[in-house]
């Protein structure tokens, strides 16, 4: 069959074009996540976390500890706390739960930590997105892969003369392709 | 073609915006109390481990169902698996249980069965544990029926029976051999854990008369990595000349028996030195026994109300 190098290469620049434009924001965040995920050893990519000691005294005798201790020393505190309750998971600790946190107490050294949660909004809902939340959107998660594979193909016929694959592209090529299959060389040994 | 492209996707997004409202039907109510008894576990990618955690249930069902007041007994995982906690206690509320009792298959405290547990049954609503939960792609789900939560297995002498005879299994020769406990971990609870690491370290000396031990993690607080438990397992070989491992893990995950305390006992390179089988605390006929038995105690007690 003939290679009509025209026709296929106009379709290919304006599919490339358009799958491009159709899928920038979705790149976006995938990338964005793909960082913040990629870090998750270093900080936690959906919530802030914000850790304080504080000062709460209660009885070292969880028996005698009671909702009126606790709310008393939360307004010593002085801090807005939405109180919803406490528990404790053994005779050494009191945790006392808020609304967007939690006071854990230990009642032997005294010592309290606060630890306050809150979302970071917008990267928290595309880590959702990127980690895959099921449903549809793994089919639409799924098209976007696969324009992925297409936008990686058809760029390397875009360009012509002497920064075309066939000369300058394909050092580039074979370089990411060497580095990639370095790395995965030095993880399998 | 690109318009087809863009209506694919304008169609799925208005798919995905349509949500699935979740109704509690209302379970018929005659005033009779129905007990439903619910395993669970903390769930795995492994099809070993579930397959282990739930023979629990296959082990225990028989005598459990003996007891009058029982009405089902049914298994569910915290995270990673169907059946989850959700989906079983939608399914009690929708055949009209009034009561469940939660039975939790897991070691000791930890954010998991303090926290997480309890925020997904409804018995506990921070919005930053639901959120939490959330992220993890865990439902929360707050069922009509009354829950009691009964405790964990570190409750009884059991796990120290149990770590005992294992270290007995490998051991030759105790004066000469260290034991090195490998367990999950818990950052919120680090203390816990290590006061029961150090509580069956002393139940295995009294059983075995090995006297030196080690402790490490392999769970998410030392992010999986093999590093402290080969560390941990060299501190051992410094000073005596044999060394055991011993997995203080509910079930078999290739992930932690194989991978993690695998490769971290390759990496001391003196594996002539250690004795490992990557076993685990399950199957154990005491353990089972203990689950009938605090069962039917929580199930007995909400029966005489």
Same mark, same amino acid.
């Given at each position: 069959?003939?290679?009509?190098?025209?026709?296929?290469?106009?379709?290919?620049?304006?599919?490339?074009?358009?799958?491009?434009?159709?899928?920038?924001?979705?790149?976006?965040?995938?990338? !964005?996540?793909? !960082?913040?995920?990629?870090?998750?050893?270093?900080?936690?990519?959906?919530?802030?976390?914000?850790?304080?000691?504080?000062?709460?005294?209660?009885?070292?005798?969880?028996?005698?500890?009671?909702?009126?201790?606790?709310?008393?020393?939360?307004?010593?505190?002085?801090?807005? %706390?939405?109180?919803?309750?406490?528990?404790?998971?053994?005779?050494?600790?009191?945790?006392?739960? #808020?609304?967007?946190?939690?006071?854990?107490?230990?009642?032997?050294?005294?010592?309290?930590?606060?630890?306050?949660?809150?979302?970071?909004?917008?990267?928290?809902?595309?880590?959702?997105?990127?980690?895959?939340?099921?449903?549809?959107?793994?089919?639409?998660?799924?098209?976007?892969?696969?324009?992925?594979? #297409?936008?990686? !193909?058809?760029?390397?016929?875009?360009?012509?003369?002497?920064?075309?694959?066939?000369?300058?592209?394909?050092?580039?090529?074979?370089?990411?392709?060497?580095?990639?299959? %370095?790395?995965? %060389?030095?993880?399998?040994? | 073609?690109?318009?087809?492209? $863009?209506?694919?996707?304008?169609?799925?997004?208005?798919?995905?915006?349509?949500? =699935?409202?979740?109704?509690?039907?209302?379970?018929?109510?005659?005033?009779?109390?129905?007990?439903?008894?619910?395993?669970?576990?903390?769930?795995?990618?492994?099809?070993?481990?579930?397959?282990?955690?739930?023979?629990?249930?296959?082990?225990?069902?028989?005598?459990?169902?003996?007891? /009058?007041?029982?009405?089902?007994?049914?298994?569910?995982?915290?995270?990673?698996?169907?059946?989850?906690?959700?989906?079983?206690?939608?399914?009690?509320?929708? +055949?009209?249980?009034?009561?469940?009792?939660?039975?939790?298959?897991?070691?000791?405290?930890?954010?998991?069965?303090?926290?997480?547990?309890?925020?997904?049954?409804?018995? /506990?609503?921070?919005?930053?544990?639901?959120?939490?939960?959330?992220?993890?792609?865990? +439902?929360?789900? /707050?069922?009509?029926?009354?829950?009691?939560?009964?405790? $964990?297995?570190?409750?009884?002498?059991?796990?120290?029976?149990?770590?005992?005879?294992?270290?007995? =299994?490998?051991?030759?020769?105790?004066?000469?051999?260290?034991?090195?406990?490998?367990?999950?971990?818990?950052?919120?609870?680090?203390?816990?854990?290590?006061?029961?690491?150090?509580?069956?370290?002393?139940?295995?000396?009294?059983?075995?008369?090995?006297?030196?031990?080690?402790?490490?993690?392999?769970?998410?607080?030392?992010?999986?990595?093999?590093?402290? *438990?080969?560390?941990?397992?060299?501190?051992? $070989?410094?000073?005596?000349?044999?060394?055991?491992?011993?997995?203080?893990?509910?079930?078999?995950? +290739?992930?932690?028996?194989?991978?993690?305390?695998?490769?971290?006992?390759?990496? *001391?390179? /003196?594996?002539?030195?250690?004795?490992?089988?990557?076993?685990?605390?399950?199957?154990?006929?005491? $353990?089972?026994?203990?689950?009938?038995?605090?069962?039917?105690?929580?199930?007995?007690?909400?029966?005489?109300?």
């Amino acid at each position: 069959m003939e290679i009509k190098n025209g026709k296929y290469y106009k379709l290919n620049k304006s599919l490339h074009r358009d799958i491009g434009y159709l899928f920038v924001f979705m790149t976006l965040i995938y990338s !964005i996540s793909g !960082i913040a995920i990629n870090h998750a050893k270093d900080w936690n990519p959906d919530f802030y976390v914000r850790k304080e000691n504080v000062e709460i005294k209660l009885p070292k005798n969880v028996n005698e500890i009671n909702e009126n201790l606790i709310l008393n020393e939360l307004d010593r505190i002085g801090e807005n %706390f939405s109180y919803l309750m406490y528990d404790s998971p053994n005779s050494d600790k009191v945790k006392i739960y #808020f609304k967007d946190g939690a006071i854990m107490c230990d009642l032997e050294t005294g010592k309290a930590e606060l630890e306050r949660v809150t979302k970071r909004h917008l990267l928290f809902e595309m880590n959702w997105l990127h980690r895959n939340p099921g449903g549809v959107w793994t089919i639409v998660s799924d098209i976007f892969a696969v324009s992925l594979i #297409f936008l990686s !193909i058809s760029g390397m016929f875009i360009m012509k003369g002497r920064n075309s694959l066939k000369r300058r592209g394909k050092w580039w090529v074979g370089a990411g392709f060497v580095a990639t299959i %370095f790395f995965m %060389f030095i993880i399998m040994i | 073609m690109l318009r087809y492209i $863009l209506g694919m996707i304008i169609g799925s997004l208005l798919l995905t915006s349509c949500s =699935q409202e979740k109704v509690n039907t209302d379970s018929a109510q005659d005033g009779t109390q129905k007990i439903g008894v619910l395993l669970v576990s903390h769930g795995s990618h492994s099809a070993a481990w579930r397959k282990m955690l739930f023979a629990v249930e296959d082990s225990v069902k028989s005598e459990i169902m003996k007891n /009058k007041s029982v009405q089902d007994i049914r298994s569910a995982y915290m995270e990673y698996n169907e059946p989850s906690i959700a989906t079983r206690m939608k399914e009690f509320d929708e +055949e009209g249980y009034t009561d469940v009792v939660i039975v939790p298959l897991f070691l000791t405290v930890s954010a998991h069965s303090f926290d997480d547990i309890p925020t997904i049954v409804g018995l /506990k609503s921070s919005q930053s544990e639901i959120e939490k939960l959330k992220q993890e792609r865990i +439902e929360v789900y /707050k069922s009509k029926a009354n829950i009691k939560i009964t405790p $964990l297995l570190d409750f009884t002498e059991i796990l120290g029976k149990n770590l005992a005879n294992r270290v007995k =299994q490998l051991s030759e020769n105790p004066a000469e051999e260290g034991c090195i406990l490998v367990a999950y971990g818990d950052e919120e609870y680090n203390k816990e854990w290590t006061a029961l690491m150090n509580k069956m370290a002393s139940v295995i000396e009294v059983e075995t008369g090995i006297n030196e031990f080690s402790h490490s993690w392999c769970g998410h607080i030392v992010h999986y990595e093999t590093e402290p *438990t080969t560390s941990a397992i060299n501190s051992v $070989l410094d000073k005596k000349k044999n060394a055991i491992v011993m997995p203080v893990l509910v079930a078999i995950d +290739e992930m932690f028996q194989g991978q993690i305390i695998g490769d971290a006992i390759d990496k *001391t390179n /003196k594996k002539s030195r250690i004795k490992y089988k990557p076993d685990s605390i399950l199957p154990d006929k005491n $353990l089972e026994q203990w689950v009938i038995e605090i069962t039917n105690s929580y199930v007995n007690d909400i029966a005489k109300k």
